[in-house]
């Protein structure tokens, strides 16, 4: 059964960064990003993690596997990238204050019956306006791309498809700058046009999916 990011190679548009690709196909195979991709560590791979960790122990789960792996990343970053890194996860946390964004399960493996296709967002989370469900985008730009929506209207769809009593009421996509670690919030209710338009294109791309192989 694929995941959303493989299927969302059908799509053909501009595509994200290397490092959003990386991330998405190291959870799906069960394994660190930073062994996909052999780029050499960065400010917003650092940021990423330290949030990551910052959610885990909200849930009060154990947090030795993203330890290590944030003390390899610091390892081989200069101290103004780490300061940056530093620097971007400070924002986040006044900015996740700020919204009273409370996590209820991180990194949930979703797999949809109806679509047969699996993914693994950041976190359900609840907040002021309700559940919502969190995803964040390591790239070189902060810039919101179509995949992002396209692959977050499929994670609520799965999410929605398992849990008919648990519906998404909010979505947020966290962009954080590879370089500097800043990040740049975007969010959207579940009904937004973007998000309906983005779980149509999904579904076309998952039947491309099975029409490639009949081609080949």
């Known amino acids: 059964m694929p995941g959303t990011t493989t299927v969302l190679g059908n799509l053909g548009w501009s595509r994200d960064a290397l490092m959003w690709w990386a991330n998405q196909i190291g959870r799906e195979?069960?394994?660190?990003?930073?062994?996909?991709?052999?780029?050499?560590?960065d400010a917003g791979s650092l940021c990423h993690a330290l949030m990551e960790r910052h959610t885990i122990l909200r849930l009060k789960q154990s947090s030795d596997k993203i330890d290590n792996d944030i003390k390899v990343l610091t390892s081989s970053l200069s101290a103004e990238q780490t300061d940056k890194a530093y620097k971007g996860f400070d924002n986040f946390r006044k900015w996740s204050d700020r919204l009273d964004l409370q996590p209820i399960i991180a990194e949930p493996n979703l797999v949809s019956e109806k679509m047969q296709v699996g993914g693994t967002p950041d976190y359900i989370g609840k907040c002021?306006?309700?559940r919502a469900l969190v995803d964040y985008k390591t790239s070189k730009s902060t810039n919101l791309y179509p995949d992002n929506l396209i692959q977050i209207s499929a994670y609520k769809s799965i999410w929605e498809e398992l849990h008919p009593d648990q519906l998404i009421d909010l979505i947020i996509i966290l962009k954080l700058d590879k370089l500097e670690g800043s990040f740049a919030h975007f969010e959207f209710e579940g009904d937004h046009p973007k998000i309906v338009a983005g779980l149509k294109v999904f579904r076309y791309l998952r039947g491309i999916h099975e029409l490639k192989k009949v081609l080949k």
């Open 128 to 130: 002021l306006d309700g």
């Open 29 to 41: 195979q069960g394994i660190s990003h930073r062994e996909v991709t052999s780029k050499e560590a």
